[in-house]
């Protein structure tokens, strides 16, 4: 289960119906019922069908069927069906579908990046960074689990991750260095993981001792050579390979023995091509 609150679901609404649904009301044809059924055009792997079953249900319709998220969906086939009046399904309509699109299309190019990836290497894992649009994490995190991916950082809260950024403040990696005893001390129970740029620091830091090294932007072929390396050092380290990973190169990534491949392209593409058809009963 992904918990999403309720008030979460009653925010997608009145953001959509901030009053009423005007159109609907000057037609005239509000209190007819009719049915409500969501179609995809193209094969994918569903997403949001739990929270838009949840969402009519607050508007006062009843669903009669729908696939769970998670399902694979062919062209053309009804994965979700609802009925009530003109109303309730009007209001339900339009942010149902961007719901169902949007965490659609993620779910779905997370699953083909998985499948490649783990066709490669079994134990491999694809995880989704959190450069996510604003006010939409809940939805997007659901997608990607979904789509057989993990969160790679739900947030500032989670991780020790420790970026170049973070060493301007501590005189480089030297002053990291420096200072990587007490940072286990304060946070005992967490691993701890720097991102890098070349072999030269990563070597320095596995020799330091710490959890995890991730590497940004490093090619495939340099990062093939670099791993055998670093695991003669510390064959337990976490090696994690991020920066510019997409569909079209995630199966060099998955070759070069990383453990995680971190990645923001699943969040950028086209949404999943779905369509509603409604009838009068």
Same mark, same amino acid.
């Given at each position: 289960m992904f918990y999403i609150p309720d008030g979460r679901i009653e925010e997608y609404i009145k953001e959509d119906v901030p009053y009423l649904d005007l159109t609907t009301s000057v037609l005239g044809i509000g209190n007819r019922r009719g049915k409500m059924s969501f179609y995809s055009r193209e094969e994918a792997v569903l997403c949001g069908t739990e929270e838009v079953v949840r969402l009519c249900d607050k508007l006062g319709s009843r669903v009669l069927s729908y696939f769970p998220s998670g399902s694979l969906v062919k062209p053309n086939e009804t994965f979700l069906e609802v009925e009530g009046k003109a109303e309730e399904l009007h209001a339900a309509w339009k942010v149902s579908l961007n719901i169902l699109e949007y965490c659609s299309g993620i779910a779905t190019r997370t699953r083909r990046m998985v499948d490649i990836a783990t066709k490669i290497n079994p134990r491999i894992s694809v995880v989704a960074t959190r450069k996510i649009f604003p006010? =939409?994490?809940?939805? @997007? =995190?659901?997608?990607?689990?979904?789509?057989?991916?993990? +969160?790679? !950082? %739900?947030? %500032?809260?989670? =991780? /020790?991750?420790?970026?170049?950024?973070?060493l301007s403040f501590l005189g480089? &990696? +030297?002053? &990291? *260095?420096? /200072? &990587?005893?007490?940072? !286990?001390? !304060? @946070?005992? #129970?967490?691993?701890? /993981?720097? #991102?890098?740029?070349? %072999?030269?620091?990563? %070597?320095? &830091?596995?020799?330091?001792?710490?959890?995890g090294i991730q590497f940004d932007k490093v090619s495939p072929p340099e990062l093939k050579k670099y791993i055998p390396k670093i695991r003669g050092i510390n064959p337990a380290v976490i090696l994690l390979a991020a920066g510019g990973i997409n569909l079209d190169n995630v199966a060099d990534y998955a070759k070069t023995g990383v453990d995680a491949l971190v990645t923001t392209s699943v969040y950028l593409g086209? +949404?999943?091509? *779905?369509?509603?058809?409604? /009838? #009068?009963?």
């Open positions: 006010g =939409t994490k809940e939805l @997007a =995190t659901k997608a990607v689990v979904v789509g057989g991916g993990f +969160p790679h !950082r %739900l947030g %500032l809260s989670e =991780t /020790i991750l420790i970026f170049k950024q973070h480089g &990696l +030297p002053g &990291l *260095l420096g /200072i &990587l005893d007490e940072i !286990r001390a !304060r @946070a005992c #129970e967490k691993k701890v /993981i720097v #991102e890098v740029e070349n %072999l030269e620091d990563a %070597l320095v &830091l596995c020799k330091a001792g710490v959890d086209k +949404p999943v091509d *779905l369509s509603v058809k409604m /009838i #009068e009963l």
